[in-house]
């Protein structure tokens, strides 16, 4: 089973952005936890991007097909703006799960909205950088033999 973790704008910034918000853990932080969590969600391989750019994303998810068995995204602000990011995922149709390192239900209306919501089969949230290892292992769940949901 192979992972690919996808961090979308300003998430490269953790431990220095609002940390009352995003918490004191730093974006090295963020991509340690992920590799451990990956390997002891039972994947063989999990792999992490982060990006800026909205198009990065879109080709991340792109080259995901084939390549990986599921994707854990965090596409950050992409979130509540970007049909281009839902309609990769669709386009791929890999099992996905939505990340958000914070509790985003608690915040700003205009945080309410998430597009890439509807290609997710799990949205966690307000679970700070732990969250990731969270949806790996419910990504991971849902990708084992015996699992046809
Ligand atoms: C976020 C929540 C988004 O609303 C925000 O734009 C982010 C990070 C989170 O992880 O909590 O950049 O996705």
């Known amino acids: 089973m192979r992972a690919l973790v996808i961090d979308g704008p300003n998430i490269n910034m953790l431990g220095i ?4 918000i995003y918490g004191t853990q730093d974006y090295r932080a963020l991509c340690e936890l992920i590799r ?9 391989r999990t792999d992490h991007v982060q990006s800026n750019h909205e198009g990065d994303l879109v080709d991340a998810i792109q ?3 084939g390549a ?3 994707i854990v995204i965090n596409p950050a602000a992409y979130t509540h ?3 281009a990011i839902l309609d990769a995922l669709k386009a791929v149709a890999l099992p ?11 915040r700003e209306a205009f945080r309410q909205v998430s597009y890439v919501r509807q290609a997710c089969f799990a949205t966690i949230t307000g679970e700070g950088i732990q969250g990731y290892a969270h949806a790996l ?11 046809a949901s």
């Open 63 to 65: 080259r995901a097909l």
């Open 137 to 147: 292992d419910l990504l991971a769940r849902r990708l084992s033999p015996g699992n």
């Open 17 to 20: 952005r609002e940390p009352a």
């Open 68 to 70: 990986y068995d599921g």
């Open 96 to 106: 996905c799960v939505e990340v958000h390192i914070s509790d985003v239900p608690a």
């Open 81 to 83: 703006t970007s049909v």
């Open 36 to 44: 451990r969590a990956g390997a002891e969600a039972g994947f063989e």
